[in-house]
């Protein structure tokens, strides 16, 4: 199995630290979050950062459920996916979208496309089994999600928090990586707890965020193995 490890620019992301210490360190109950935002916003830059926070803590292990199937952080390329259990004792190395870092954990499923609108049942389908399956209150929840804020992506968004809300047992927390005007004319019909600007959101290669063939590379590649 493909391993790295990487460290993030956190001068560049300074709008991100202060809410992810906020919610992780908000309540006594396991946070369930769901990120939400436009393509190239850095939302897996913030699920990436909060994980790593998460672990750093060590309150409890974190489940990693990713339901963008065109930028996984562990699970293949074209798939929805989940990775559970991980604490600073089996997560040594992290890894990206070309490097799954651990098959014992990670759960992963075919969607059969980049584009969701190609096979949308499906992939509703598949992120509410595994939004329905993870039901771990030892655990922290981090929800990866799509650039994907209009026609069915609207849909699907109001599907998955009202999923999340039905949990009992999780501090849930909705966080929008944008300003409110920008949320509100989405015209998404939920509560967001976070509204966080980020003006150093970069464009990344398709498949190659974690490269060094990327140039809008916002953290620093450490070593591979």
């Known amino acids: ?6 460290t993030f620019d956190y001068n560049q992301n300074q709008t991100f ?3 992810i ?3 992780l360190t908000s309540d006594s109950l396991p946070t369930l979050t769901v990120c939400l935002g436009g393509k190239n916003s850095g939302k897996t830059t913030f699920n990436e950062m909060m994980l790593e926070t998460a672990l750093q803590l060590q309150q409890r292990d974190v489940t990693f459920i990713d339901l963008d199937p065109g930028q996984q952080v562990f699970g293949f390329p074209g798939c929805v996916s989940v990775m559970k259990g991980m604490n600073v004792r089996n997560m040594g190395m992290f890894g990206d979208s070309l490097a799954p870092v651990d098959t014992e954990r990670l759960e992963s499923y ?6 969701c609108t190609e096979y949308y049942t499906k992939y509703e389908d598949l992120g509410m089994k595994l939004l329905e399956e993870v039901d771990d209150h030892q655990s922290d929840i981090i929800v ?4 994907w804020l209009t ?7 109001e599907k998955v928090v009202g999923k ?3 949990k009992d047992g999780f501090d849930v927390k909705i966080v929008y990586l944008g300003d409110k005007e920008s949320f509100l004319k989405q015209n998404i019909q939920i509560d967001v707890d976070f509204f966080i600007p980020n003006n150093y959101a ?11 063939m990327n140039t809008g590379v916002d953290f620093v590649q450490m070593n591979w193995t």
């Open 1 to 6: 199995i493909l391993r790295k490890y990487r």
């Open 17 to 19: 630290i202060k809410p």
């Open 21 to 23: 210490q906020q919610i």
């Open 110 to 115: 075919v969607l059969g496309s980049f584009d």
């Open 144 to 147: 990866n999600m799509p650039g």
């Open 151 to 157: 026609g069915l992506g609207m849909q699907f968004i």
């Open 164 to 166: 999340v809300l039905e």
């Open 202 to 212: 970069k464009y990344y290669m398709p498949g190659f965020k974690n490269s060094t």
